[in-house]
Structures are given as C-alpha cells and as structure tokens.
C-alpha cells in the first residue's frame, strides 16, 4: 500500500462556508468544497432560502444575499444524513422572521436536537421538535432574539447554531465550551468581518450589521477522511501514504496523538494557512501498533475518528480501552455498538462499555458485518479489510458519499481491491 492522495474538503467546514457566505453581502468563491451529500443538503437548502450558488466541482460561487435577504421556503428543508447541516441552519433560521421546517432521513430522525432547540429557545426563537427531541424540527420565525445570554456547551455544533442565532440577537451572546470544540465556526466568522471576543474557552459574539465577503474562501482536506488512511499504512507491511493539505487545525488533529498513545508517529509537515486554518503534509507508514487507553480531552477533538481507531486497536498488541465517548452513541449510528457487532463478528474480543469499548489486540478475520448505514463506519471495516485473513463483505454502504465520495477510487488507486454491489 504506498501512493500519495489527496482526501477531499473538510466537510464542517464546507457546510459553515457555505451558510456564512450565504448571508454576507458581497459574493464568495469557495475553493476545496467537499462535494458530498452531507455538505450538499446544506447547499441545497441555501438555494431553496433564496441564495443563488453556481458550481464547478469543488469551486463554489455563492451570491451572498445579506444579513437579512433569505427568502422563506416553500417546503420542508431535507438535511438528508448531515447532523451538522441540521444544527447549524436550525441556528441560522431561528433568527429570520419566517417560518421553516427541517425533516431529514431515518438516522438523522433519530438524532438529538433538544440540545439545539433550548438555547435558541432561550434567546426568544419559536422551535419545536417531536415529543422525542428529534426532527421534524419546525421553527416558527420570532424577532429579534435575545441577546445577553451565556451558553455552557459540550458540541461545536451547538455552538455553531448559537453563534450562527446571535447574529440575529439584540445584544452580545456568550458560548463557554465545557470541552475542547472545533473552532471552524469562529473562524468563518471572524473571516466575514465578526467581532468575536475570546477569553480562554468562552467566546462574545457581537452582532453586526452585516456580514463582508473577504472574496475567496479556501477550505483544507478532511483530517477525518485523512484518518482512514492513516490506519491503513499503520496495520499494513511497507505501507507509504502521503496525504497533502489536511487541515490540521489543533482543535481537529486529537487522532495524531491518539495514535502517537498507539506508538504510531505520523510525520508531519506544515503547509501554512489554509483559510485561517492549519495545514500539514501528513505520511503515514506501517507501524507495530500496541494497545493504549483513548481517553481525555482528545476524545472529543478526534470524536469522529473512533470507527477507525477502533480498528487500529483490533489491530494492536494487547488490549485498548476507548473512554468517556457516550456521544458516540448518537451518531450517525451507535457506534459503539456497531463497531462491537462487527469486530466480534470478526473475531476480535471486545466489550462494550456505556461510554465506549474495550478491544482486544487480535487478528481480523473476513466475515459480513453491517455498517449500520454509517459512513464512517462502513470504511472503518474497508480498512479492517485489508488485513484480515480472508474478505469482509459490508452491508449498509450507501452513506459513504456523505463525506467521502472517492473512497473506493482511492483504495483502488492504492492497490486494494474492493468490490461494490448495488442494492
Ligand atoms: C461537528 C462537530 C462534532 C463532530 C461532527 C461535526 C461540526 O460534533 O462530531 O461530526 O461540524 O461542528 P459535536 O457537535 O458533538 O462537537
């Protein structure tokens, strides 16, 4: 396994440049866009607000339409798979005088939006979802909201969705991040001329009178789609990949330390700035991995990098424990379960634990196992592959485009053979 790739945008922050530059005045050119089903509900529901985008594959013109030029929509917004593009918008449209509604598909129906729904129903919006705290979430379009609230927050995501409502608040909104969280929304902000104020992990945001389009807006490549590979080059013998332009930002690069716990030293060139982001040459090769507790502050900054992690540690000397990951629970699937499911079904020991896993060191075997219809998961097990002793069949593929489109081109472009099957 040897080659040099270069793994697609990062999806959250293809998903917040598109709804910043949206409401900016002034037009954006966007460049690395991940053109994946997930980032493309958000774009799709842009369009369907009013906002004119034209697109040449991953270079994105969106016209922006000011703070106050969305158009109410004529339907339900479908968010499709994308937790991230539900979030956020729900944000954004909390602060417009008009009605909406988000709906998204069955694992997105099941995934928790009161976390979202509270605060903006603290700042004054009008939300409501079902009974369960899941979508349909229809918000009702009250103005203005309120400002001069503070906000303690575990998920960038939350975050996002209460910075995103605040530029619609008649005074300053606070958001104290209890947990290390992705700065992209911060960021983008700050990109479009937003006063935002840091001190130490809480963030003031005051509302403008507009938003300015600084013109071309870069986006680096997906650590998280960067991670499988990786993996890849540690479990495979006299394995080399390159991955150029990764965004590697500190709130985004908890799986290099990870896997450092692992005994596996990524190498690690800096490319500079990538739209006020870091980013890194990365190279991988094969490394004995051993087994390590995955606990700490980097559980949340590598939060989507467990499926893979979890096979790196199927893939150690010794035993791994995976702590103080509940959320892993709520993702695309549960993923603490599936991971479980499909490692045993494999042959390796494992446990699952309330808040994560313990794994056994061991030798994959080939076998079926279902991903669950979860991205991530479904080429956690592409990688497991690799090195198991016979094939693995996957069931419940079909997300994979929801962030990684090419996934199977580039395995393929490294030499592994994958067969797909519709259904
Ligand atoms: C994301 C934040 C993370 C991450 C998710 C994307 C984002 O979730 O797991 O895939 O783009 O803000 P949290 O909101 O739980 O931090």
Do not use: W
Request: with cysteine; proline share 6%.
């Amino acid at each position: 396994v040897r080659g040099s790739l270069r793994v697609p945008g990062d999806k959250s922050i293809s998903h917040r440049a598109l709804l910043v530059s949206a409401i900016a005045d002034g037009s954006t050119e966007i460049h690395g866009y991940l053109d994946a089903a997930d980032p493309n509900a958000t774009l799709s529901a842009l369009r369907a607000l009013g906002v004119r985008i034209e697109r040449d594959g991953t270079v994105l013109q969106v016209h922006g339409v000011g703070l106050h030029g969305l158009r109410a929509p004529t339907a339900p917004l479908d968010m499709g798979n994308a937790g991230t593009a539900m979030r956020l918008i729900a944000g954004l449209l909390a602060g417009q005088a008009f009605a909406s509604e988000l709906v998204g598909d069955a694992s997105l129906s099941r995934r928790p939006m009161r976390r979202i729904a509270e605060p903006l129903i603290s700042m004054g919006a009008g939300v409501t979802t079902t009974d369960a705290g899941t979508a349909p979430i229809n918000i009702h379009g009250e103005q203005p909201l309120r400002g001069g609230l503070a906000f303690s927050v575990t998920s960038a995501q939350v975050q996002g969705a209460i910075l995103l409502a605040g530029l619609y608040a008649d005074g300053p909104t606070t958001v104290h991040a209890d947990a290390p969280l992705r700065a992209h929304t911060e960021v983008m902000l700050r990109r479009f001329g937003v006063e935002l104020r840091r001190d130490d992990a809480s963030l003031t945001l005051v509302p403008p009178n507009a938003l300015i389009s600084p013109g071309v807006v870069e986006i680096p490549r997906d650590i998280s789609s960067a991670a499988f590979h990786l993996v890849l080059a540690a479990l495979n013998p006299d394995a080399e990949i390159t991955l150029r332009g990764v965004g590697a930002d500190p709130t985004r690069d908890g799986v290099l330390r990870l896997l450092a716990r692992m005994g596996m030293a990524v190498a690690r060139s800096d490319d500079g700035a990538v739209g006020g982001e870091h980013s890194a040459t990365l190279t991988a090769r094969s490394t004995p991995l051993h087994g390590a507790t995955l606990d700490g502050p980097d559980v949340t900054v590598a939060m989507d990098e467990f499926p893979i992690l979890a096979i790196a540690a199927a893939g150690a000397t010794g035993p791994s424990a995976v702590v103080g990951a509940p959320e892993l629970r709520v993702k695309e699937s549960d993923r603490i379960s599936a991971m479980a499911q499909g490692l045993a079904t494999l042959g390796i020991v494992v446990e699952e634990q309330p808040d994560g896993l313990v794994i056994q060191g061991g030798r994959l075997s080939g076998g079926r196992v279902d991903a669950c219809g979860d991205h991530r998961v479904a080429m956690a097990f592409a990688v497991a592959a690799t090195v198991a002793k016979g094939p693995i069949r996957i069931d419940g593929c079909g997300n994979i485009g929801t962030s990684y489109p090419g996934f199977v081109d580039d395995l393929r472009a490294l030499g592994i053979t994958v067969e797909v099957h519709e259904s």
